[in-house]
């Protein structure tokens, strides 16, 4: 009896003792594509699923607003957010991987900022600075994209919540330009709606994104944080992720996208 009481006290304290009950992460409900969708499909959620599996561990994806994912997250109410960039103030909300300095080496993966105008605008972007703007530069609420423009000194129309919605904001002339995700602006200037729309060669900014943990989660199961982020380097680094992610992005990237 003693040395089966002693065997379930070493189960309950192991750091992957909750294994059977889902740990929750939330993530913006906007496709961010080849990385997520809404539909829980994409790069991000297979490379988690794979860490799931080696860990043991179950994971639960939730879609909500971006800024009620950083309200949940800081709250305790979800134990994870996908995908974010590194910004000093997020750090009074979760944890990166690495601490206060995030390890580079453990990120979900790389995206980068393009920089879409009207075909025919005489807008540019050199690659450091704009020229020939006369208004904003749209982007999404809440991304750090936004404060990254408002650091530089550009004016920023942050009021939109889509991708979708920022484009339209481009088309009818209330900014000159935008700025968005790679993979999602050229998904979306395919579409009929957006043809009249370009994006210019330079991208704007190029960002790793991160999964990042609730303090909560932090102060109550660190050593299952440490392995989750343990396991997203081992799986991004295998041949078979990286051969999934080439063909993902090469497949975003190929003409006419």
Not at 107 to 120: I, S
Not at 220 to 246: C, D, F, L, P
């Amino acid at each position: 009896m003693r040395l089966f009481l002693s065997l379930a006290c070493l189960i309950l304290l192991s750091p992957f003792a909750r294994a059977a009950d889902a740990l929750v992460f939330c993530f913006e409900n906007e496709n961010v594509r080849p990385w997520r969708t809404v539909e829980v499909t994409g790069l991000n959620f297979d490379l988690l699923n794979r860490v799931a599996t080696q860990t043991g561990l179950s994971f639960r994806y939730e879609g909500t607003p971006w800024k009620r994912c950083l309200q949940d997250l800081r709250s305790g109410t979800v134990d994870g957010a996908l995908a974010a960039s590194f910004r000093p103030e997020r750090r009074k909300i979760a944890a990166y991987p690495g601490g206060d300095k995030p390890d580079v080496s453990k990120h979900l993966h790389v995206d980068r900022y393009v920089v879409v105008r009207r075909k025919g605008s005489a807008v540019n972007w050199d690659g450091k600075d704009f020229h020939g703007l006369s208004g904003p530069v749209g982007a999404q609420f809440g991304y750090s994209v936004v404060s990254d423009l408002k650091e530089a000194g550009t004016l920023v129309d942050d009021g939109a919540h889509s991708p979708v919605d920022v484009l339209r904001k481009l088309l009818h002339g209330r900014v000159d330009a935008v700025t968005c995700l790679a993979g999602e602006a050229a998904a979306l200037l395919e579409e009929a709606e957006f043809r009249s729309l370009e994006i210019l060669p330079r991208p704007y900014i190029e960002k790793p994104y991160y999964l990042i943990m609730s303090h909560a989660m932090m102060a109550s199961r660190r050593a299952t944080a440490e392995a989750i982020w343990n396991g997203i380097q081992k799986v991004r680094n295998s041949a078979e992720y990286k051969a999934k992610e080439r063909a993902a992005l090469a497949a975003e990237r190929k003409p006419g996208k």
